[in-house]
């Protein structure tokens, strides 16, 4: 704007508006609370491990629990809470401490020839499990009204023959029945090995799917959980006698 009082010029001009500052968004940090089950039962966990303020031997269960607290910023801490202000916990949580829980061993596995005896180069090499090995195993969890079932169901059986291939079998294999004749019997998961060695390292995997339901009509996957043995199978080469007629 410009005026003329007095033979003088006077300007003024608006300052520039300055554009509102961005402030940096951080990032959401979550927060999933499980029982400490460990310092509740022995009552006896150091101060350097749980709560500096508190003392586990002076504290009854009953009136709190000591929680381990895992954070997604990856903080991790173990703290006291009484049971007015204990932490909701969700199906889903319920449901990977199921998972945990379920007793899955290293597969026992048989093959034929049998353990300890020799195979030869260029014939079948049974591998399979043993009774009851493939089925499903479920554990359930509950906290009052919130319940979940972790469901972990055997997938497949991988086989490292320890000569470079690897092959994977969708079943248990086929069991070998010594009172059947050969001709009758076929394999759904075998191997010929090529070369003759003393003690050839073997390792079968059986992986396990997960699922989960729970209260409420939730569900999902859980992550495949992987059991392996390794043990050693001797292969040699046949011998053929020549003899003069």
Not at 64 to 75: D, F, H, I, P, R
Not at 196 to 210: E, F, H, L, Q
């Amino acid at each position: 704007m410009a005026t003329q009082p007095f033979a003088y010029t006077i300007w003024a001009q608006d300052k520039p508006s300055r554009a509102p500052a961005v402030r940096a968004s951080r990032p959401k940090v979550t927060c999933t609370y499980q029982r400490w089950w460990y310092a509740n039962t022995l009552q006896k966990v150091g101060r350097g491990v749980v709560d500096p303020d508190r003392s586990p031997s002076t504290e009854q269960p009953k009136d709190g629990a000591w929680y381990e607290v895992k954070c997604s910023n990856g903080s991790r801490k173990i703290v006291w809470i009484d049971n007015k202000r204990a932490p909701a916990v969700n199906a889903e949580q319920l449901a990977q401490r199921a998972y945990k829980r379920i007793p899955i061993t290293p597969p026992q596995v048989l093959t034929a020839p049998p353990r300890g005896r020799e195979g030869l180069v260029g014939l079948p090499h049974w591998f399979y499990l043993a009774k009851e090995q493939w089925a499903a195993k479920s554990n359930r969890v509950r906290t009052g009204a919130v319940w979940a079932e972790a469901t972990a169901r055997p997938q497949r059986m991988t086989v490292n023959t320890g000569e470079g291939h690897t092959f994977t079998c969708d079943g248990p294999g086929t069991a070998y029945d010594p009172g059947r004749p050969a001709t009758r019997q076929g394999s759904t998961c075998s191997y010929r090995f090529r070369y003759p060695t003393n003690a050839r390292r073997v390792t079968v995997s059986v992986t396990w799917s997960g699922t989960w339901h729970g209260s409420g009509g939730t569900g999902g996957a859980l992550p495949p959980i992987t059991r392996s043995v390794t043990f050693p199978v001797r292969i040699v080469e046949a011998q053929a006698l020549v003899t003069k007629g």
